[in-house]
């Protein structure tokens, strides 16, 4: 490599992605970064958007701005191939990119498992506009309940927002979350499943348990156990799968097309993977998508490129995962943090403590962390 500066190029300015970028940057190398959309977001927050105690312009920041900041070139573009043999990234619009060194930081998008009358029809809550299309929804009326597909984290946290947004709106639509299982939560210690569950009881939002969503047509949502739930909007928050998948690049992954990689976050000699596109650990038990892992991941990736130029040996990466708060917008949130257990406002402002903090610009900042005090009115 002596004489030209090598090209690191990075696929996805989401968290990954940028702690990639901020990590390479002040290194002798030239550092591009693709993504499909103009801006980053923060995807924490998107229930807020939701329930509109938060704006798009409160939790996405044009890419120009990092890009400015930290010294990368950004590109405009939805990659659609990567020539591993040629050290290509191909775009949809067929133009072609070179690297030396790729760090594939694409992330996730809802996983529809095929229903492609729920793809086309219902909110996925994972981007930043498809929040604020529900949210308009939420206000258009017309409809007798909104049907949250899962249970977990995002699906709860969703509908409490949901619910609180509707009775503000003096509306009667019924909010029911439809869940797989025996309860929400399910990955969960037992003591938050049980609160939870209490919580959602007290907000007036129905459990559906024990059961899929098979269907959606003319806003009739169709159930696994043959029940349907009539003129009724549907939010998916059902699942996750790598944006661009194990199968589509040819490589080893796990079911949601996660990218195997080795310890170091490698995947391919040059090639690294780190946030939600990245499965590391075995297979089936690999560490679940959240901030902590993706931000410390994406760096590490950098730094052992960085190693690997400088002919040094690359470092394992090794993860840690502080916990988690599941934030309901009443103000009763649960979770543990480092073993520790908390609830109430405490973890609420704990949540948005931690958002904020990974934010950019102090007027966003204060609009995250005073979100909660306006979802609670
Ligand atoms: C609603 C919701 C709430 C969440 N709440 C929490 C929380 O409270 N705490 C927590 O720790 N985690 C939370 N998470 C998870 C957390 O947001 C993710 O783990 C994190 O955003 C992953 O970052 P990433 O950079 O790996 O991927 P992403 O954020 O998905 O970014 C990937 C980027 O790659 C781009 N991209 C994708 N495909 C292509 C392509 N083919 N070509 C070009 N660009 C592409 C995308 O446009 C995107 O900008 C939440 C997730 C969701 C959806």
Known sequence: MSGKRAQVLIIGGGFAGLSAAQALSGHPLDCMLIDRCSFTQMRPVLPDIAGGSLRKADCSVPLERPASKTGFRFVK?????ILFNRNRVVLQDNSEYAYDYLILASGS????????????HSFGIAHVDVACRLHEYL???????????GGGYTGVETATHIRKRLVRLKKNAVVTIVEPSSSVLKNSPQWIQA???EN????????????RISGYESETVVLSDNSRINNAGLVWAAGMKASLGAQRLECMGNRQGRIAVHNDLRFKE??????????IGPADACFRMALPVTVSGGAHAANNIVRMINGKPLVEFRPSDPGFVVPMANGRSYGEVYGVKVRGWGATLLHYLISAYRWYGTKSRIRIMSSPLRACR
Not at 110 to 120: A, I, M, N, Q
Not at 139 to 149: K, L, P, T
Not at 270 to 279: K, M
């Open 200 to 211: 959602l009881r007290a907000m007036g939002i129905e459990v559906h348990a024990r059961a």
């Open 77 to 81: 573009g939805d990659v659609s191939r």
């Open 195 to 197: 609160c939870a569950s």
């Open 139 to 149: 206000f258009s009326g017309g409809f007798d309940s909104i049907v949250v597909a």
């Open 270 to 279: 040059n090639c690294f993977a780190a946030g939600d596109a990245a499965c």
């Open 109 to 120: 998008e809802p996983d529809f498992f095929s229903l492609d009358t729920v793809r086309e």
